[in-house]
């Protein structure tokens, strides 16, 4: 399968207020920085989308390109085949990538998954041990397919219980809509999207993210060698993310009525999907990348996905999880 590109996001709002964006100090900078970013339509991408409808990241001297992916899988191979610089990924993917040889590294937490992500499923079926023997539709090597590990594994059961039916997380919908799969794991908007069907009565969520906080953590994520070169391009770029996420908080309608647009949403349609996400703020991000037991530290959640990974046989072994990231970004901006 070729990475099909939906659409890349470069639009003007003329006369936006900057007011948030400036309350962080503007990079000095010759010539625009550019960097093209491998991403996916996501509520909890907001921050970087606000920036890129408001041009938030100009005063920074960069210009940042979004191209859009149907499948998130899809994007280690891009960025490994320089078709982008960078990726937002989920963190599940970046340990696989590393277990394997890659070299890419987290440069900044983007948000928890609270909610967001989660396993939809006819009502007849009330909990994970109903999947016993149903058919799942779910995308390998995916979010999707982390999320339902785990639920499986908290629940002592394993694909082996399930019929597994590969199918991309934008599939899901129609699928479940025709009757043809009872079970089906994607994230928004296709959550609400399924749980809608039917006035309501046809489906429910069974089992979210919001039951393991901290293990689904979107991350902006960058090949070692693009670091050594962008240096000055991903320090403002996160800078950008911050301006975006200031100017959310600020202006929340007009935030949401932005981010409905790529979630092709209403603004109110997309404060709902926003509610299933945590963005963390540029203050909070160093503390993900300290070793902790917890699975709101890098080390805590890794120790979870690489087990799961480990188990279902999609890695050899289990990374140094100080390998996966490379906090130095966020330790000098928040000095």
């Known amino acids: 399968m070729t990475a099909p590109l939906i659409r ?16 962080i100090a503007p990079f000095a900078a010759q010539a625009d920085d550019k960097l093209t970013i491998g991403t996916v339509v996501w509520a909890g991408y907001g921050p970087f989308y606000v920036a890129d409808e408001l041009d938030l990241y100009d005063q920074f001297g ?41 070299k890419h590294k987290v440069v900044m937490p983007i948000d928890f998954s609270d909610g967001g992500d989660a396993i939809v499923a006819d009502k007849s079926i009330t909990s994970v041990a109903d999947f016993k023997g149903k058919q799942v539709g779910y995308n390998p090597l995916s979010p999707s397919d982390f999320l339902l590990a785990y639920a499986l594994q908290v629940n002592d059961m394993t694909e082996k219980d399930i019929r597994p039916v590969n199918m991309t997380p934008e599939a899901i919908p129609s699928a479940m809509a025709s009757g043809n799969l009872p079970v089906g794991v994607t994230y928004e908007p296709n959550v609400s999207q399924i749980v809608g069907m039917g006035e309501g009565e046809r ?24 670091i050594a070169k962008q240096e000055q391009a991903i320090t403002a770029m996160i800078k950008g993310y911050q301006a975006g996420l200031d100017y959310m908080q600020a202006n929340p309608e007009e935030s949401a009525t932005i981010i409905g647009k790529v979630l092709g949403v209403s603004g109110p349609e997309a ?9 963390i ?51 000098s901006l928040n000095e």
């Open 271 to 279: 404060t709902e999907q926003m509610d299933g996400v945590y963005n």
């Open 62 to 102: 960069l210009d940042v390109e979004l191209q859009f992916f149907n499948d998130p899988a899809l994007i280690p191979s891009a960025m490994a085949s320089r078709a982008v610089d960078g990726g937002m990924l989920t963190y599940d993917q970046v340990v696989g990538s590393v277990a394997k040889g890659l």
């Open 8 to 23: 890349s996001i470069r639009k003007s709002l003329a006369g936006a207020s900057l007011a948030a964006a400036a309350l």
């Open 203 to 226: 489906f429910h969520v069974v089992y979210s993210s919001a039951q393991a906080p901290g293990l689904i953590t979107d991350v902006l994520v960058f090949d070692e060698k693009v």
């Open 281 to 331: 703020p540029l203050a909070e991000m160093a503390e993900i990348f300290k070793e902790s037991d917890s699975t709101m530290s890098f080390y805590g959640s890794g120790a979870v996905i690489a087990d799961i990974l480990v188990k279902n046989q999609q890695i050899p072994a289990a990374p140094d999880f100080g390998d996966t990231f490379d906090a130095s970004f966020v330790e």
